[in-house]
């Protein structure tokens, strides 16, 4: 598995990209299933305290960020520096570059249709269906529907058998994460877990990784005034290796005036959510059983073959991510035919 390339689907241009995956071969070491103590290795690289110092090395300190290949990564990954807020001089290591503001006003444009739901990043994304009788039914490899919103979690009802995007922040994204839909937050609270990669290697050799990483969890009621009127949605943020917390910076114009995001509170669709502080991580959106049809580009690309992606052969059948924008269309309402 080690040696089998990564790719992924272009969605401007629909072209098939080979990812550059950072660490791959340190990643793909820690979570072989050939190493005799690859559990203990596991266990110690997912943890906080790791996550902590290699998030250190790799983002706060210049000398250190340059040695580890960090500030190479960066500059080979074409990141768009037009796109960011502010004077450009002032991105002065790689902490700041990963947790840029851009002009999403102007270079994140949304769908006209005020009921879409939105890309909640940037990001590579997949979608699926818990429905075993639905076209887009996937194994359960990416995560446990029981475990990721919460033992014991009373939500669990009301998105059984519902549908789901994953979407993959890598190291290069902007990391800020914005609402998908307008609705009033019901409930927010965390789940604490590990700090797991969230490299394809280490997702497909560790079973269901996203629900056993710390997260937060963000129940929407869209069915409210002004809302999306989508039912229920549930908005998960996943914590990766290195991203030590995810701080909610909620605003409703660009990025003035962000507040912490508290149950009662509306959410408007685009607007900036929360900050991922550094690594790459993961986002997941629930939504409840025929509520949303996927866009058939997303669609169609994940089922594209003979393209070497990780996810295809561990699974046995295609399943290639999009390369997706924030704020671009996700779905649309069941009833509505998709773009």
Known sequence: ??????????????????????????????????????????????????????????????????????????????????????????????????????????????????????????????????????????????????????????????????????????????????????????????VDGRYHPCNPHATVQLVTPVSKNRRVVTVLDTDCLDGSQLGYVAMIEVVALMVGRIDQRYSEARYDNPRNVEAGMFLKAGAPKALFRPGSSTVVLLFQPNRVRFAGDLVDNQRRGGIQNRFSLALGEPLMETDIAVRSLLAVPWEEQSC
């Open 1 to 190: 598995m080690n040696g089998v390339k990564h790719g992924y689907i272009d969605r401007a241009t629909g072209e098939m990209v080979r990812e550059d995956l950072l660490a791959n071969s340190l990643i793909s070491a820690m979570y072989s299933p050939l190493l005799e103590k690859a559990p203990l290795l596991t266990r110690l690289a997912s943890s906080r305290y790791v996550s902590r110092v290699l998030g250190y090395l790799n983002y706060d300190n210049m000398l250190s960020s340059r040695a580890t290949g960090m500030l190479q990564f960066l500059r080979r990954s074409r990141i768009q520096v037009s796109e960011f807020v502010g004077d450009i001089s002032q991105y002065d290591t790689a902490r700041k570059i990963f947790e840029r503001q851009i002009r999403y006003w102007i270079c994140r444009p949304m769908p006209g249709d005020p009921r879409a739901v939105l890309c909640p990043a940037d990001a590579r994304v997949f979608v699926g269906s818990m429905d075993r009788c639905s076209g887009l039914y996937i194994k359960h490899k990416f995560f446990s529907f029981t475990e990721l919103l919460g033992e014991g979690s009373h939500w669990q009802r009301l998105f059984s058998g519902g549908d789901y995007a994953v979407f993959r922040l890598t190291p290069e994204k902007y990391h800020y994460t914005h609402a998908p839909v307008s609705g009033r937050v019901l409930q927010i609270y965390s």
